[in-house]
């Protein structure tokens, strides 16, 4: 079983930062592809971002490439997304995800089945 907690959320005005983090407990995630993905009320949850297992690789979703960083420290159990230049449509609640399966990204990444935890979501407000 993983445990997945973000924090990090809260309120900006738009052009801001905020940095979201997600710690892991139960067992460690450094093996497995995490991702990060947001749900804006009245819509599907969207994939935002993924990093493999050793942080040499990680993909994004168009909207936020060149915005978003997802990062990594095994070491500590923790990923990261530091999200940059943050607009009103960024406005959502995020989710941290674990894909316990798998080491390397793929396309399937992009998608929620491969993930089999999940936290409970911290919420990101930006305003206009």
């Known amino acids: 079983q993983v445990q997945l907690v973000e924090s990090g959320g809260g309120l900006v005005q738009a052009g801001g930062s905020l940095r979201l983090s997600c710690a892991a407990s139960g067992r460690t995630v450094s093996s497995y592809v995490m991702g990060w993905f947001r749900q804006a009320p009245g819509k599907v949850r969207e994939f935002v971002a993924a990093i493999s297992s050793r942080g040499a690789g990680t993909m994004y979703e168009d909207p936020v490439k060149g915005r978003f960083t997802i990062s990594r420290d095994n070491a500590k159990n923790m990923v990261y997304l530091q999200m940059n230049s943050l607009k009103p449509e960024d406005t959502a609640v995020y989710y941290c995800?674990?894909?316990?399966?798998?080491?390397?990204?793929?396309?399937?990444?992009?998608?929620?089945?491969?993930?089999?935890?999940w936290g409970q979501g911290t919420q990101v407000i930006v305003s206009s």
């Open positions: 995800a674990a894909d316990v399966g798998r080491s390397y990204l793929t396309a399937d990444h992009r998608g929620r089945l491969l993930y089999a935890y």
